[in-house]
Every structure is written in C-alpha cells, then in structure tokens.
C-alpha cells in the first residue's frame, strides 16, 4: 500500500531560485493530502503531475507567508477547473478570516464547499480519521501559532494465506474468527491455529511533519517512535543563536529531536538559502542521527 | 533613454505549464514599476533578474487573484531582504485590508513603510508624476471593479547641438532661451535662431495596460494614440458570448480597440489555455490592425 510524501517547496521564508516556500502532499493509499502551501504550490502540482482535485484535506501549519499564500490561488483554481467536492481546510482560525476576505474580495462564489477547521496549537487532538489513517495537529514552538501535523496509518489485521483459505474452504466466519487472532475449527474436526493461518501485517507507519519550530521536548514526545519525520532544519549550528530568536532549529536540533524521539528515519528542510550547499545540513546532522535525507523539489520519500 | 515592458506572466485566471498569471515591469529610464502581481510573479522577477528593490511603485487593477495573489509574499520577500524604502502601492480600497490582515496574521511588522493609494474606477485620473512621467488609472469593464493603467512620458525639450555651445560659447541662460523655442543673441550681435541650434526631442511615447476588459468605448478613449497598448483577448471570436458574459476581450475586439484608437502598436496577453497556439490570437487580430505582438514571459517590448 501507498504511503509516501512528495516535497513541492522546502525553502525557507523568501522564494529564492533554488527552492519554492514550503508545500508538501502525502499520498495514503492514493487519497492525497496537502501539508502547507506556499506562493507557488500549485504551479509545483502542475510540474509534478499531482493531480489536483484528488486533494479533499488540506493541512496549513501556521500563517507566514511562505506556508499558505499559495493557499488561495490553489482554491481558486479548483474552483475554475469545475470541482465540486467539498474541500477540508486546517489551520489556525485567521486563515478562514482571509479565505472569507479574499472570496469576498474577488465577488467568487465558489462551486464547492470548504469545511474549515481551526487548529489549536495548545493541544494534541486528532483532527481526521478514516479506515486506515488518523491525523492528529500537535503543538510546535515558533513565532506565531503553529501546529504540526502526525499522520498515523492504523495496524493492519494479519493477513491470512489465500493457499490455506482454498485448501481448507474456508468460511468467512473462520476468516474472520483467525484475523482476530483466534484458531479454527475445520470441517474435519481439526484445529487451524492463527499462527499457521495468518502472517502479521506490517506494523503501521507513521509520518510527523515539523515546520516550523525551534528545538522542543514537547515535539519529541509527540513524534516518538515515528517511521519519517520532516523537521526543519533552516540553519546550521554556527547560527543557533539566530535560531534561537526566530524561532527556529539547526540540523544538529533536528538530529537531536530524531534521536531522542527514536524515529527511524529524518528528513531535512525549510533550508536558510545563506548556506552554499544543502549538504552542509546532512554533514551537521549526522553527527547525532544516522539516517537523514534532504528535502528537494519533487522528491518522494517512502514512509 | 529607456522605456519598456517586461512581461512576467501573460496567462489567464488559473496558471498553467504554459503561462503564470499576471505580471509586468515597467522600466522608464532605469525607474520599475510593477503592474497586478500574480501567483509567483516574485519567482519570476528573480528568473528574469528584475531587481526586487529597484521596484517602488506597485499598480494593482483589480482583485481577482491571478492579478494580485503574488503581492503579499513580495511585500514579505522585500522586508526580509532588508527593504527600508517606503513602497507605494495603487489598487482596489479593498486591497489595503487584504494587506493589514495579512500582516496582522503572520504577526509581522515591515520594516519599510506602505503608502497605499485607493484607485476609482469611474474616473480617470493621474495617480503617479515624477519629471519624466505620469500615471493615468482609468476605468476598465470588468466582472469587479478595474483599472487600467496609462504610462505618459513627458514630452522632452529640443536638444541643443553640443558642438554649436561650443562653438559659440553659449552661456547656460542662452541655452534655457534657446530650449525655451526662442532665439538669442550672440555676443558678436548676430541671432542665433532657434530652428537653427535646437533638434526635436523625440516624440513623448505613452504606454496603456488594459486588463482585465470587455471591448469598451470608455477604453478606446483613454488609450487614444498610445505608442503601445497591452490589451487583454483572453479568446477568440468562436467565445464571443463567453467574453461577453464574463466580461473579457476577444482578439478581435483586441484589435478593434487598437484600430480605433488609432495607436501604434497592440500587444495581446492573459490568454485562455484552451487554445493550441497563441499565434491564433495574432491571426485574428491581424485581420483587423496590422501590428499586432504576443506577450510572453520573459519578452521585453521597447515602447
């Protein structure tokens, strides 16, 4: 099954040539959904082939400007291209003022409705759910409020081998009875335990996007044990004091984050363009977490 | 002396592969002046390296998005850039809210300072003078309130041939009579006639931005003998009713307004993407006015 996060902009603050302000789509089991959206996304779906009205819930972390100014053009296209399906948007409560105000603004009554969710960035709260996945908003420590965002798969039940369904004409009630983890009774009288039966599902996944934030406990506790996390990592340890006041983290905090929250694999970005090379961030964090990739433009990263 | 238009984006309503939304740059004698600032119109100044802080007069004609929506992260572009230099911005009264709640949600304070002036669009009236130049907003026939945008250069005084000041010894007083259109007298008593020492200055050039309209007389009237007009024909004939209704220009219309008005040059623009090739619009317009050019990003038009 599908689960993976393709990075549309992984820049810091102001466009440069080099990146595109933040935006980001994962894809669960082909249903796609948006985390931040700068100036810009949608031009980005567009080079990328993400298919935009694929896109039901739209997940916007903070309100910089470089985290949601894409967000109206993105639903003003939407709504020229003919869709009609409700649209969900998460955010903090000022964003459904200024999606009120631009519509106004423009005279646009839009062919589809928006059913708009304030976040709230105090708390950890579960703010979707459907068969295999749960989002949960959770809070980050920056300038203004934020919330980050935990996309959790639900575990799967064991999987049983289609072999022995046939060779024993199984029943769907003794499908049933062996996926909860109970043995069997065959038509001969004999025992088919769960264990021979079944094969344990993968163990569930789960993905935590962390942008922006400066370094904190709170995140590591929300995070833990995460198979990816996408943590900003705007500067290098030579500016931590920089960091510090804006609010933001290097890559040796994002590498601290990861460690102490035992994730698996972390990937950088919301890159400051002061640096020369990208790679610096990688070189920095590894120093405390092993597995670190690089956010870039149209990059897809299993989950 | 320089006076031309950059365009950065010529597409209509939602971008495309092809075209990004409206955005252009004029350049009188090395001053910018940026005209509607689409969805990722920064981006595009920085691939065409139009100089963000060379830019002090933004001209917005109307709010629908794919006119303004690049506006805010410009704004925040310029101060995290380290702009001081107050910025003057003419639009839509509504325009100014869109930009205090935008500041107010991101919780940022400029460091350079917005003058903002509304635009009405009933009138025509000049909005911008500096020695060299006048800004007209006029009124334009759209779905929401519109205007147009008239750049008049002033008409320039004679110039003097250098070589005669020298050969006469012109005194600085002669020079003032002399491009003043009168004659003065030499010091040998003789009388040096104005026809003889001035040559015309160049034609004072005027350039119209008109987008985005329906075909209208007021139009007509306002760009009257333009040196060049940017005229939106967002169709082609075949749409007729569809520009009518949603009050925009055929390439038709385009062209009859250049007709009319009798100015010199037509360039067409904020095309729909339903067409295979833009050079339709060249050739329906053609059929009516002869000098008919094709916006395109990253073209500059002398004017």
């Given at each position: 099954?599908?689960?993976?996060?393709?990075?549309?902009?992984?820049?810091?603050?102001?466009?440069?040539?080099?990146?595109?302000?933040?935006?980001?789509?994962?894809?669960?089991?082909?249903?796609?959904?948006?985390?931040?959206?700068?100036?810009?996304?949608?031009?980005?779906?567009?080079?990328?082939?993400?298919?935009?009205?694929?896109?039901?819930?739209?997940?916007?972390?903070?309100?910089?400007?470089?985290?949601?100014?894409?967000?109206?053009?993105?639903?003003?296209?939407?709504?020229?291209?003919?869709?009609?399906?409700?649209?969900?948007?998460?955010?903090?409560?000022?964003?459904?003022?200024?999606?009120?105000?631009?519509?106004?603004?423009?005279?646009?009554?839009?062919?589809?409705?928006?059913?708009?969710?304030?976040?709230?960035?105090?708390?950890?709260?579960?703010?979707?759910?459907?068969?295999?996945?749960?989002?949960?908003?959770?809070?980050?420590?920056?300038?203004?409020?934020?919330?980050?965002?935990?996309?959790?798969?639900?575990?799967?039940?064991?999987?049983?081998?289609?072999?022995?369904?046939?060779?024993?004409?199984?029943?769907?009630?003794?499908?049933?009875?062996?996926?909860?983890?109970?043995?069997?009774?065959?038509?001969?009288?004999?025992?088919?335990?769960?264990?021979?039966?079944?094969?344990?599902?993968?163990?569930?996944?789960?993905?935590?996007?962390?942008?922006?934030?400066?370094?904190?406990?709170?995140?590591?506790?929300?995070?833990?044990?995460?198979?990816?996390?996408?943590?900003?990592?705007?500067?290098?340890?030579?500016?931590?004091?920089?960091?510090?006041?804006?609010?933001?983290?290097?890559?040796?905090?994002?590498a601290?984050?990861?460690k102490?929250?035992?994730?698996?694999r972390l990937?950088?970005?919301?890159?400051?363009?002061?640096?020369?090379?990208?790679?610096?961030?990688?070189?920095?964090a590894k120093?405390i977490f092993e597995n670190v990739?690089?956010?870039?433009?149209?990059?897809?990263?299993?989950?």
């Amino acid at each position: 099954m599908t689960f993976e996060v393709t990075i549309l902009g992984c820049g810091a603050a102001a466009p440069t040539t080099k990146h595109h302000p933040t935006s980001q789509v994962v894809n669960m089991h082909d249903k796609l959904f948006l985390i931040d959206c700068g100036e810009g996304s949608q031009m980005q779906m567009r080079k990328y082939k993400v298919k935009f009205q694929r896109i039901n819930h739209i997940f916007i972390s903070h309100l910089h400007g470089d985290h949601y100014l894409g967000l109206m053009g993105f639903i003003s296209s939407m709504h020229l291209l003919g869709r009609k399906t409700k649209l969900y948007i998460y955010g903090p409560a000022d964003l459904k003022l200024l999606i009120d105000m631009n519509l106004k603004a423009s005279n646009t009554y839009l062919d589809y409705e928006i059913e708009f969710r304030a976040t709230d960035s105090k708390v950890r709260e579960m703010i979707y759910e459907d068969k295999s996945l749960e989002v949960y908003a959770f809070p980050l420590k920056h300038r203004v409020e934020c919330c980050g965002f935990l996309f959790k798969e639900k575990q799967r039940k064991p999987k049983i081998e289609k072999e022995l369904v046939e060779r024993y004409k199984l029943r769907p009630s003794q499908i049933i009875q062996l996926k909860r983890g109970e043995d069997t009774v065959l038509s001969d009288g004999s025992i088919l335990p769960f264990a021979t039966a079944c094969s344990p599902a993968d163990a569930a996944k789960t993905y935590a996007y962390c942008s922006d934030t400066a370094y904190s406990e709170t995140v590591i506790e929300n995070v833990r044990n995460a198979t990816l996390i996408y943590h900003e990592s705007t500067f290098l340890n030579t500016e931590k004091e920089r960091a510090k006041t804006t609010f933001h983290s290097t890559a040796e905090q994002a590498a601290t984050v990861a460690k102490n929250a035992n994730v698996q694999r972390l990937l950088l970005g919301h890159f400051s363009p002061r640096y020369t090379s990208d790679e610096e961030f990688r070189d920095e964090a590894k120093t405390i977490f092993e597995n670190v990739e690089l956010a870039n433009e149209g990059l897809t990263f299993k989950i």
